[in-house]
């Protein structure tokens, strides 16, 4: 990372701590279950309620919300309600995602339905859910205008709804047989995509920007969400192991329904034939990547990678960012489009 | 129900229906599963999506929003996204709630979860948490002034939690030996009467009445909602079977940590010593009984449910209630507070 990011994404993201903890009401005393559940899942304390520092993850939805808000001339202070809500909100979703594909672990930890049970985790998400909503409504103690908290939070919950139908895609596809690369657009889009492009879009509403300018900070998010999915989808099966740290052709394996695989099923009937069979060896894994080779699956993949990443780029240089935010959230794009683990 | 109340409610509870098929996207076509799950629930399909017509339930709590908002001077068409809002927020409570309590069947249909399967239920529950908000923020669009929107957006996400904290400490009480009356009601308080509460208070502050009614109000709904409770819990052990429809005595049967029994329990050495034992028969229904009434339970608790009534009636009086509206709001009220079913 480079200085400029490194030093205000410092300071923004401890103050994004400080404004978590405080919703979600961790003042540093022990917590009832109820909150110590919470807290728990956040990585603040341990299964005894004990404090820990368990390493939060990269928090790039509110750091995007933080860095955009100031980029577009607005006091990202302000931001920070909105940054909270969006990081409690995705944090709520992992509750509930862990539990409907049965995970036992998250980030090394046992997860909330393994320590607490899937009842008592349902119920701990859906407050997290509320909490998440509590976190947006501090926007007007920011000095936030009351018409715009209202129209940051029809465009929260319909992001939310967003959210919700991608995963009811998601869990619809590893039961169906035929997916089409068209449908998969439409899940990581919900899935993934519209969380980033909301926290864009946040950060340059409470600016205060245009509308042409949101527009235009609302599509960079977008694209990055989807150049970022879909370059995980190339590295699921091209990726450098000893860069990834996972098992190289990992989605292979699994069986995984990724933009490329669809593609090449789509394509080619020896995937089709191939993929009939159980994925048992190394010839399995080595055949499939041929074929995805050949039938053009994995250049597909890349030039949608390519088109999403200068989607975003231009979107975000046509929003005319402006101050050394602008040089963070540059910096941290192509960080980002340049992933390659 | 008087002819009064009759005619106001059934003009109310028409529109509600409309405002709330208008968030739910029920636009009279062949909806897709994720809608369709979410229109199964409401009860407006079957579980091929075909339309049907299923007793939506009383739906109390929207139409104590609607008369209160009318009765304390405002137009009731303003309060309709709240009160669809609560109504919506209710019904995912109950998908989520369904899980939780893993039961089959509610209103005489199968849950949600038993049709498509916990994952994809709780993750509808979450959508129709979000549609919920949604509901709440087309108060905009009926002219509400935009800090009042926020404001009641806070309330509601507030009462949220409450609701939460209220399941939590349910779910508790099910695993544990001992609870206190004190816990007991605090429970009660949140899982029921907070969204009474909610009910009136929004209803109120969108007529824009000043913080004393809007207090009144707010009182008068959560005496209201504790009121009913504590009489579900008496109607639960001394209720006449022939008007609740259930069988009598059904919460000793069931050994169900309800406010006499509690009392009891609190009280009397007889009681914990008979509640060691399983409640295999008659004589144990008996015992309890005769137990309860010796120790003062039955008083207790009736004397309760008296004050709340009478908490209840007070506040809305303090409240001034006008018009015709304010004759149906007393009528419900009285309805509610002399149930015996």
Redo the contacts between chains.
């Keep these: 990372m480079t200085n400029e990011l490194q030093t205000i994404s410092q300071t923004m993201l401890a103050a994004l701590n400080d404004e978590m903890r405080s919703v979600l009401q961790a003042n540093n005393t022990m917590p009832d279950?109820?909150h110590g559940m919470i807290h728990y899942h956040m990585g603040w304390v341990d299964e005894s309620f004990q404090p820990v520092n368990v390493h939060p993850g990269k928090q790039i939805r509110p750091l995007l919300c933080l860095l955009t808000c100031q980029a577009a001339g607005g006091d990202w202070r302000q931001a920070l309600p909105a940054a909270a809500a969006i990081e409690i909100l995705h944090n709520f979703s992992l509750v509930?995602d862990d539990?409907?594909?049965a995970s036992p672990t998250r980030r090394g930890r046992q997860t909330m339905w393994q320590i607490w049970g899937?009842?008592?985790a349902?119920?701990?998400?859906?407050?997290m859910?509320?909490?998440a909503?509590?976190a947006m409504?501090r926007l007007?103690e920011r000095g936030v205008?009351?018409?715009i908290?209202?129209q940051a939070?029809?465009r929260?919950?319909?992001t939310?709804?967003r959210l919700?139908?991608g995963?009811?895609a998601d869990?619809?596809f590893e039961k169906r047989i035929e997916v089409s690369v068209a449908e998969y657009m439409a899940m990581i889009e919900g899935k993934t995509a519209v969380l980033v492009s909301l926290s864009t879009e946040l950060g340059a509403r409470i600016a205060g920007a245009n509308e042409d300018t949101v527009a235009h900070y609302t599509q960079f998010g977008l694209d990055l969400g989807l150049a970022f999915q879909v370059k995980d989808d190339i590295l699921g099966i091209w990726g450098d192991e000893s860069l990834t740290g996972k098992s190289a052709a990992t989605d292979i394996i699994t069986k995984k329904k990724t933009l490329p695989v669809l593609y090449g099923l789509e394509q080619s009937e020896a995937l089709r034939q191939l993929y009939r069979q159980p994925a048992a060896n190394d010839t399995f894994v080595r055949e499939a990547i041929q074929i995805l080779d050949a039938c053009g699956a994995r250049t597909f993949t890349q030039n949608r990678a390519s088109a999403y990443s200068e989607g975003a780029v231009d979107h975000l240089q046509a929003a005319h960012p402006s101050g050394s935010a602008a040089v963070a959230l540059q910096t941290l794009t192509e960080m980002l489009l340049q992933r390659n683990a």
Tied chains: 1, 2.
């Design positions: 279950t109820f509930h539990i409907e594909d899937i009842e008592q349902i119920n701990t998400g859906d407050a859910f509320a909490f909503h509590l409504n007007i205008a009351a018409p908290v209202v939070l029809r929260f919950d319909e939310c709804v919700t139908q995963q009811h869990m619809d």
